[in-house]
């Protein structure tokens, strides 16, 4: 079962890797179905939980809360540090909860796999903190940490990788990570599940808060490019959906806000504030246009326009100078078209430089 | 032809999205001809010509903006680039300096300049052109100024 919720999990990581948001989309819609059936098993399971509480001590501690705890802890940490849970609860609960919501929200199939881990704990030999409703969180806390101490040694190779994640930016290899992440830190998984559970279990108020925190980063539907880098992104992710849109315009801003002050150093803000038609004739300006510069000045036209001023008296517009490719277009028409075309490359990658 | 007119309606929608832009300056479009244009501008002030309203028409050729619009005052002036009876202007920009980059606010503009700052060295008006190179500063002024008023302003009581 939990070999297969793995398999499962890994599917969806792989085809959302590429930019395909068609494939997300649909991902985000099973994921969302996914997630009313996690809901309900929930429900059902914190009835079982419930029934059983009080006589389960945290008996999960040993091997199990390995080294994938210690991962989400330092993720966690990461998590509150970016203020995406300003929970009043200690770090242990925003931490677990935020990474629940980082695996949940990016790649959808965390939900699943947690789905199935679910299904498949079931039995209830594993419900960790169940009795200790008030403590699960700080002992699950303390717990990690031993754990994560212990382990070290054991994998000391996934720890160094997911720092590597951290800092690195490479896709390829957080690909990788994830997936190795979600392998090792499988049993560990749940062990968070059924904190987060006894939580809920403890602090009813709180279930709806948590799950709508849960079902936020699906609503917002888009969640795109996480899974690659959730390191780079978790911050646009978890927090706000707009974020990345944003983050593109203003990539995007700067460039146009120098290329318009260029332009309107070079020639006022008349004729380049309008770069998209031609300021004689007022035609739409086409690529090849837009990359022909024909005089030094700046001032762009059209080719058709420039073509009418060279036969007419071949002066600028802009400066009134005279174009200075005028007598080799006057020889041969054929070089002179490589020319100036040549010359206004030139120019506008100066420009753009 | 077609680009004169594209180019000419690109000006009047420009006209008509800033007219308040400039309130020395009103460009209105023939109805039925678009190049045919007539402007109203103001005396600019510390002239002779302060208080008036000029009238200018324009007559826009078809290989405008390549060409230069032809520009003359319907309102009679007292200047020495400004024919006296024709009201034809004497201005660089309107003849050889002309560049398809101006528009027809920006030669409205041009000739508000040229009432501020004659040119006697080239006169259409002799007389204008002449007062001036002799150094009768008033008494152009003073000639200046009753055409202004005669001519350029509403007529009181």
């Known amino acids: ?353 | 032809m077609q680009a004169s007119r594209a180019r000419l309606f690109k000006e009047y929608k420009e006209v008509q999205r800033e007219k308040t832009a400039d309130p020395d300056i009103q460009l209105v479009c023939d109805d039925s001809n678009i190049f045919k244009w007539t402007a109203l501008i103001k005396g600019p002030s510390e002239t002779p010509y302060d208080g008036g309203v000029f009238q200018l028409a324009f007559s826009v050729p078809e290989q405008y903006p390549l060409q230069p619009p032809q520009v003359r005052f319907l309102t009679k002036i007292f200047h020495p680039n400004v024919h006296f009876k024709t009201g034809e202007i004497c201005l660089d920009i309107l003849k050889n300096a002309w560049s398809p980059a101006w528009t027809l606010q920006s030669v409205c503009r041009a000739i508000i300049a040229l009432m501020a700052h004659p040119e006697p060295d080239s006169p259409l008006n002799c007389d204008s052109g002449n007062l001036l190179r002799s150094g009768d500063i008033r008494g152009y002024q003073s000639m200046a100024r009753m055409y202004t008023r005669l001519a350029a302003m509403p007529k009181k009581g």
Not at chain 1, 61 to 83: F, H, I
């Open chain 1, 1 to 353: 079962m939990v070999s297969d919720s793995i398999i499962n999990a890994s599917i969806p990581v792989a085809s959302s890797n590429p930019k395909d948001f068609a494939k997300k989309k649909r991902a985000n819609r099973s994921a969302k179905l996914k997630q009313c059936k996690l809901d309900a098993r929930r429900e059902q399971w914190l009835s079982q939980v419930k029934n059983k509480g009080s006589r389960q001590e945290l008996n999960g501690g040993g091997g199990a809360c390995g080294q994938g705890m210690q991962v989400t802890n330092e993720r966690g940490q990461l998590m509150e540090k970016l203020a995406i849970k300003p929970r009043g609860e200690a770090e242990e609960n925003g931490g677990y909860t935020s990474t629940y919501n980082d695996f949940d929200s990016p790649s959808n199939s965390p939900t699943s796999h947690t789905s199935s881990l679910l299904e498949g704990n079931d039995s209830g030999t594993n419900f960790t903190g169940g009795s200790s409703s008030s403590n699960s969180s700080s002992s699950g806390g303390c717990c990690s940490r031993s754990m994560s101490e212990e382990d070290n040694e054991g994998d000391d190779d996934c720890l160094d990788d997911w720092e590597a994640v951290a800092d690195a930016l490479a896709a390829t290899d957080k690909k990788q990570e994830q997936l190795n992440s979600s392998l090792d830190s499988a049993p560990e998984r749940d062990d968070n599940v059924v904190h987060m559970s006894s939580q809920q279990e403890a602090s009813d108020p709180k279930v709806p808060a948590k799950d709508t925190s849960q079902q936020n980063p699906k609503g917002r539907g888009a969640v795109p490019g996480s899974p690659v880098g959730i390191h780079a992104w978790r911050p646009n992710d978890a927090f706000r959906p707009q974020s990345l849109p944003n983050l593109s315009k203003q990539y995007t801003f700067p460039m146009n806000s120098g290329r318009h002050y260029r332009g309107g150093s070079v020639w006022g803000c008349k004729s380049l504030s309008i770069p998209t038609s031609c300021p004689i004739c007022c035609e739409d300006l086409d690529f090849t246009d837009t990359s022909f510069l024909p005089c030094p000045c700046g001032f762009r036209l059209c080719l058709f326009c420039h073509k009418r001023i060279l036969e007419d008296d071949g002066r600028c517009p802009g400066c009134r100078k005279q174009y200075k490719h005028d007598p080799i277009e006057g020889e041969t028409t054929k070089d002179a078209g490589c020319l100036i075309f040549r010359a206004a490359r030139s120019c506008s990658m100066i420009s753009r430089s």
